[in-house]
């Protein structure tokens, strides 16, 4: 099974339980230990065979990196956001693979699916590869989980855990489908 999130960014500490520091995810952890906990703990049913896609920000202090020993034992995909830019040397031991984006192929879409860390890039390749409908991305946390073809894989937006790919099937399914200008009044982009 292939399972996508991003945003993680273990030992960030900006939950609103610092003075100066506002809750700028909207959060609702008490502490930094809690939400690494609560975080990590919800990766712990991916198994050996599967996949896990981390589209970016995955440790906002370096001092948590030793928190990573905690991602589950199976194929783990970077694709580079903007707090992993600095940190790629202490990065690369915990992934097998890292990326700036990356196409997938999956059966059951009907379009290839670009990932990457920013909702603009992801924009940009759309407008630029037609055979490309839909883009898997992270970035903005929990300001919006789907878009006419995109969908926000960040951990705010799905409760802190993984979303599998049948899940984000569904949803592309649903956006195609069922959703109308109600749905997406401020559409723009749509192929």
Not at 12 to 37: A, C, H, M, T, W
Not at 42 to 49: S, T
Not at 60 to 76: A, F, Q
Request: charged share 25%; with cysteine; aromatic share 16%.
């Amino acid at each position: 099974m292939k399972y996508f999130t991003s945003d993680l960014h273990i030992g960030d500490d900006r939950l609103g339980i610092i003075p100066n520091k506002p809750n700028v995810f909207y959060r609702p952890f008490k502490s930094i230990k809690e939400q690494n906990d609560i975080i990590l703990n919800n990766l712990r049913d991916i198994k050996p065979n599967d996949e896990l896609y981390i589209l970016g920000d995955v440790v906002y202090d370096l001092s948590y990196i030793r928190e990573l020993d905690r991602l589950p034992n199976c194929t783990r995909i970077l694709i580079k956001g903007n707090y992993d830019t600095d940190k790629l040397n202490y990065l690369f031991p915990y992934f097998d693979y890292v990326h700036e984006h990356l196409i997938l192929i999956e059966d059951g879409f009907d379009s290839t699916i670009y990932m990457n860390h920013y909702p603009t890039k992801c924009m940009e390749y759309m407008k630029k590869y037609s055979e490309c409908k839909l883009s898997f991305t992270g970035h903005i946390h929990s300001l919006w989980k789907v878009q006419p073809n995109m969908i926000n894989v960040s951990t705010d937006v799905w409760n802190y855990k993984p979303i599998d790919i049948d899940t984000l099937k569904f949803c592309w399914e649903a956006c195609q489908k069922f959703y109308d200008q109600n749905v997406f009044p401020y559409k723009k982009f749509i192929r």
